[in-house]
T-cell receptor, first 111, second 111 residues
Framework: GEDVEQSLFLSVREGDSSVINCTYT??????LYWYKQEPGAGLQLLTY?????DMKQDQRLTVLLNKKDKHLSLRIADTQTGDSAIYFC???????????FGKGTMLLVSP | ETGVTQSPTHLIKTRGQQVTLRCSSQ?????VSWYQQALGQGPQFIFQ???????GRGNFPPRFSGLQFPNYSSELNVNALELDDSALYLC??????????FGQGTRLTVV
């Protein structure tokens, strides 16, 4: 099965908060990442969290990690239309730098 | 702007042909990874190169091969193209302990 799973679609109104969820299966994950991909573009790293942390906040972004449930979430405060994109959760294992990605969550922000 | 350049940006090939994709970085990062992103999917790890040697490989057949040059730039070669090879091919550079910086990708269409 998939190592990293995400819900496929989320629709919110401008100004609301968005929460994108991800589950992973490998307990030896060391870093967990959130990437953003706009249409026709590559991947932009938004934020990451080390596996021994529970929470990380970076401006409008808050990452929560529940290691027991292997659940990761990304909260975007005051969501803007420019936040519309596909968001990927990814993990690295041990000392390796290769990334395992989920299938991505499409976030649609309406005015 | 990540400083990672991929070429070409788009190309169309016929089934059975061979293709070479290129990736370079201005950053001096010495490790390069290649990913295949099929439509509607997350990126899948193909292989990684470090100091001109393959340093890890995903679940891809041998007709996917690569090179890394002394200046750390890299090529991805795919032989005997199949229709399912149509995808966005992404490369990423990093060094030990640093985040991965992605290029904008090469969109390959096999007809």
């Amino acid at each position: 099965g998939e190592d990293v799973e995400q819900s496929l679609f989320l629709s919110v109104r401008e100004g609301d908060s968005s929460v994108i969820n991800c589950t992973y299966t490998d307990s030896s994950s060391t870093y967990l990442y959130w990437y953003k991909q706009e249409p026709g573009a590559g991947l932009q790293l938004l934020t990451y969290i080390f596996s021994n942390m529970d929470m990380k906040q970076d401006q409008r972004l808050t990452v929560l990690l529940n290691k027991k449930d292997k659940h990761l979430s990304l909260r975007i405060a005051d969501t803007q239309t420019g936040d519309s994109a596909i968001y990927f959760c990814a993990e690295t294992l041990g000392g390796y730098s290769t990334l395992t990605f989920g299938k991505g969550t499409m976030l649609l922000v309406s005015p | 702007e990540t400083g990672v350049t991929q070429s070409p940006t788009h190309l169309i090939k016929t089934r059975g042909q061979q293709v070479t994709l290129r990736c370079s970085s201005q950053s001096g990062h010495n490790t390069v990874s290649w990913y295949q992103q099929a439509l509607g999917q997350g990126p899948q790890f193909i292989f990684q190169y470090y100091r001109e040697e393959e340093n890890g490989r995903g679940n891809f057949p041998p007709r996917f091969s690569g090179l890394q040059f002394p200046n750390y730039s890299s090529e991805l070669n795919v032989n005997a193209l199949e229709l399912d090879d149509s995808a966005l091919y992404l490369c990423a550079f990093n060094s030990a302990g640093t985040e991965a910086f992605f290029g904008q990708g090469t969109r390959l269409t096999v007809v």
